[in-house]
């Protein structure tokens, strides 16, 4: 079966994939919070929370990819991108530095209140053009893990840079259609972005391994939209990458590596598409996994804070309460309505419709 057999329409997996990669990143913080040894991340070379954001940035390539080239609109293209990222992070910032914060700090509430860290803090996450703040005046100084309000923060710079990159390249492939670009000619172009990238990157103040890594992930994902007519979904494939995957494993760090990075996009698509059923319901739900990703973090840090000592197993039942709350009220109430906005300055034809359009990932 071609994966572009399957792509259309919203009929998939991927919000099941995603919340369950955002329980993942939750589950591994329960052990690094409290300064305990995640154990999968022993036993692999990786956590499970590194496996769970290659897969938010999977996913998030190849359905942002297609968004742009459904869309054909670079304007629709980032008003949809700021709809999805920006509405739901804004409202976290409040919460988390205006009640969480100021019920938590250690200062006294009028110094922290009038101290500029936390409004730059505010400004900077809020845009995240020039990487995320992470540090609150007086705010879990105490912890096994210190002065970090929300440490998941350090990936949505990246997811937006991958936005901009993305723009860029179909931009200057369109400007290299219309201008009759003769092949020797796109290799300037290509050396051109790949400076790009590396100049983004050093604008931004981005690490380099981490932004390779994404770069990775999310042109992968993209990717494997571009060539959904080549790709064939198979049983068998799948099996054979399973077993690969799961013999590495136990081979060791390197050897896992490598397969991992060969096979998880593979993986990953097989599981969005191909099992049906029963496990399809779950769509109806809706999208909570950006709302667990933006809340998990300071929830589990205002749990070891308050209750010091708290075990991996209580951390991870409290706050996965918690979060996944607050996640269904993120989405019901801020994130689906701000997506029902994507039409406002929307220049696209009435009736064409954007195939998974509404995606994050992270």
């Known amino acids: 079966m071609k994966l572009s057999s399957v792509t259309q329409g919203k009929n998939n997996n991927f919000n099941l994939i995603r919340i369950i990669a955002a329980l993942a990143v939750l589950f591994g913080h329960s052990y690094a919070l409290l300064g305990q040894p995640e154990p999968l991340g022993k036993l692999l070379g990786m956590s499970v929370g590194s496996i769970a954001v290659d897969i938010f940035f999977i996913t998030s390539g190849f359905l942002v990819a297609g968004s742009l080239l459904v869309r054909q609109n670079i304007g629709d293209y980032i008003w949809a991108r700021v709809l999805r990222i920006f509405p739901a992070l804004w409202v976290m910032l409040v919460l988390t530095v205006f009640c969480l914060g100021a019920l938590l700090t250690s200062w006294p509430l009028a110094a922290y209140l009038s101290h500029p860290d936390i409004y730059a803090y505010l400004m900077k996450c809020a845009s995240l053009v020039t990487g995320v703040a992470y540090s609150l005046p007086g705010v879990f100084d105490q912890n096994p893990f210190k002065s970090v309000m929300n440490g998941s923060l350090w990936t949505m710079p990246y997811e937006v840079t991958m936005y901009f990159i993305l723009g860029i390249f179909w931009l200057v492939y369109r400007l290299g259609k219309r201008a009759n670009l003769p092949q020797s000619g796109w290799g300037v172009v290509a050396a051109v972005l790949i400076s790009l990238l590396f100049l983004f990157e050093q604008l931004h103040l981005l690490d380099t391994g981490e932004f390779v890594r994404t770069f990775?992930?999310?042109?992968?994902?993209?990717?494997?939209?571009?060539?959904?007519?080549?790709?064939?979904?198979?049983?068998?494939?799948?099996?054979?990458?399973?077993?690969?995957?799961?013999?590495?494993g136990?081979?060791?760090?390197?050897?896992?590596?490598?397969?991992?990075?060969l096979t998880i996009a593979y993986l990953l698509f097989y599981l969005a598409y191909l099992p049906s059923g029963a496990i399809r319901k779950y769509n109806a739900l809706g999208d909570y996994s950006y709302g667990v990703y933006i809340y998990a973090f300071?929830?589990?840090?205002?749990?070891?804070?308050?209750?010091?000592?708290?075990?991996?197993?209580?951390?991870?039942?409290?706050?996965?309460?918690?979060?996944?709350?607050?996640?269904?009220?993120?989405?019901?109430?801020?994130?689906?309505?701000?997506?029902?906005?994507?039409?406002?300055?929307?220049?696209r034809p009435a009736g064409l419709s954007a195939t998974g359009a509404s995606t994050l990932v992270k």
Do not use: D, N
């Open 298 to 347: 300071p929830v589990q840090q205002a749990l070891a804070a308050t209750y010091p000592g708290i075990s991996v197993a209580a951390m991870l039942l409290g706050s996965a309460t918690v979060t996944l709350a607050l996640a269904i009220l993120s989405w019901h109430l801020i994130e689906k309505r701000a997506l029902r906005l994507k039409g406002f300055l929307s220049t």
């Open 216 to 248: 990775f992930m999310f042109f992968t994902g993209a990717a494997y939209f571009l060539l959904k007519q080549r790709v064939t979904l198979s049983h068998r494939f799948f099996g054979l990458c399973l077993f690969a995957l799961l013999l590495a």
């Open 250 to 261: 136990v081979a060791g760090k390197h050897a896992f590596s490598i397969v991992y990075y």
